[in-house]
């Protein structure tokens, strides 16, 4: 044993859930019984796991430089997302299971700030968000978040005044809901991209602010000043 | 039409907790004011068991609850709220129940 192996041995991580086995057992009889083929799930669950945020920060910034727009947006969210190319009725003619199409934007205020969560399981507007975060998920996230709401965004670093009312969205039923954060001081001038850029997840989620020199890509210790003033692209 | 409208103080039925609800445990019993409407859907209890032809529809309500109402030893600010969605079933009107 000279040549010993610098770790222990490499185990298979936790087991499978009764969920997941139910969810492998019952896909499964579905390709045997030619509802769907492998493939098609496979397909599926790339599609699925490659939506991101963008298309939610490009309605945000869209609302943010077209009035018109916003108000379109606010009174019926899945009609607008047609606007930027999201269609929620995607890939399946059905939505994604679990999404529905009922699709509300939460206008932040100087004297509102709204955050979303699902205390029941983990419902979220992924044709707009992608799948969410891990730490969404987490019972830890799910029951702190409804109960003990100011201290769980301070641990976000976000801290809001006293006067500023914090309103929880439980997402328990068929609605789907997103933050439209208010635009940052220091963004005058700027493109509906370049908005799009500092318009982050969390933003939309309601555990952080944007800010003109943070975008997901970039921290502002990274940031050269010409991009912190928001003038310079990616290059 | 559904039963409440925009404005109508509401309480939450606190009621069997067998199956499929969706009725958020610390909802029960806690009053608040709708501040919107959603569509008629079919009720959780009857769509967790695939009964969707014929499954029980009802309107759902958004609730808006003072955090302060919900949770009594809450330590935030008066000004904050928590807002959630029930099927009519699930809600009477403010003042037949106490918690």
Partial sequence: ?235 | MGRYKIGDRVTVRDATTLFHTRTQGYARGSTGTVVDTRPEWIVPEDEAFGILENGRHEPFYVVRFNQKELWPDYTGFDVDTLESEFSESWLMPAGKERK
Wanted: glycine fraction near 8%.
């Fill in chain 1, 1 to 235: 044993m000279s040549t010993t192996h610098g770790h222990a041995p490499i185990q298979e991580s936790g087991q499978l859930s009764e969920f997941e086995v139910l969810e492998l057992a019952v896909r499964e009889l579905a390709i045997e019984k030619g509802l769907f083929s492998a493939e098609d799930h496979r397909r599926f669950s790339e599609w699925a796991e490659s939506r991101g945020p963008h298309g939610g920060s490009k309605l945000v910034a869209k609302a943010w430089v077209d009035p018109a727009f916003k108000e379109r947006l606010l009174t019926n969210g899945t009609e607008a997302c047609k606007e930027v190319g999201l269609n929620w009725l995607e890939p399946t003619g059905q939505g994604t299971p679990s999404d529905y199409t009922f699709f509300y934007v939460l206008e932040n205020t100087p004297k509102l700030h709204n955050v979303i969560v699902c205390t029941l399981c983990s419902c979220y507007p992924r044709p707009v968000l992608g799948m969410s975060p891990d730490w969404y998920r987490t019972p830890n996230y799910r029951r702190r978040m409804v109960r003990w709401p100011r201290e769980v965004l301070a641990e976000f670093g976000l801290h809001l005044s006293p006067d500023v009312e914090v309103r929880v969205h439980d997402s328990n039923q068929k609605s789907r809901f997103m933050v439209m954060p208010m635009r940052p001081e220091g963004t005058e001038g700027w493109s509906e991209e370049q908005l799009a850029a500092i318009v982050t997840r969390d933003c939309m989620i309601g555990v952080a602010l944007p800010r003109p020199d943070w975008t997901a890509q970039q921290v502002p210790s990274q940031a050269t000043p010409s991009q912190a003033k928001g003038k310079g692209g990616r290059k």
